[in-house]
């Protein structure tokens, strides 16, 4: 299990991924508010950059289409490191700051 959390704005997210399961955590206050990638507010023109041929099609097919690519590279990926390191890339690009990683319930490393 690792546990990845980063930041755009005063947003504070945590992502868990557990072998092939990956969780999605958003801190409001002191509270976290737990989903899966279909809990998320996903924007369509987002994935449309990622998925040009989707283009054209309607929100609701745009997003499941989405999801169901996401999790089949997900499946794809040998370990919990490959996952957290595309994780990573992909907040990246679109503008969160990575600021601490725990493993198997060790210590947190911040990374700031």
């Not at 002191?30 to 507010?41: D, N, P, R, S, V």
């Not at 997003?63 to 907040?91: C, T, V």
Request: net charge positive; with cysteine; hydrophobic share 35%.
């Amino acid at each position: 299990m690792i546990l990845c959390t980063f930041q755009k704005g005063t947003d504070v997210i945590v992502i868990k991924v557990s072998g092939r399961s990956v969780t999605f955590n958003r801190m409001v206050g002191k509270h976290a508010m737990y989903t899966t990638i279909e809990g998320l507010q996903l924007n369509p023109s987002t994935i449309v950059e990622e998925f040009p041929d989707l283009k054209g099609k309607e929100i609701f097919e745009i997003k499941k289409e989405g999801i169901k690519r996401f999790k089949e590279h997900l499946q794809k990926m040998n370990s919990e490191n490959d996952i957290m390191d595309y994780l990573h890339d992909d907040l990246k690009k679109h503008g969160y700051n990575f600021l601490m990683f725990q493993r198997q319930g060790w210590r947190p490393v911040r990374v700031k």
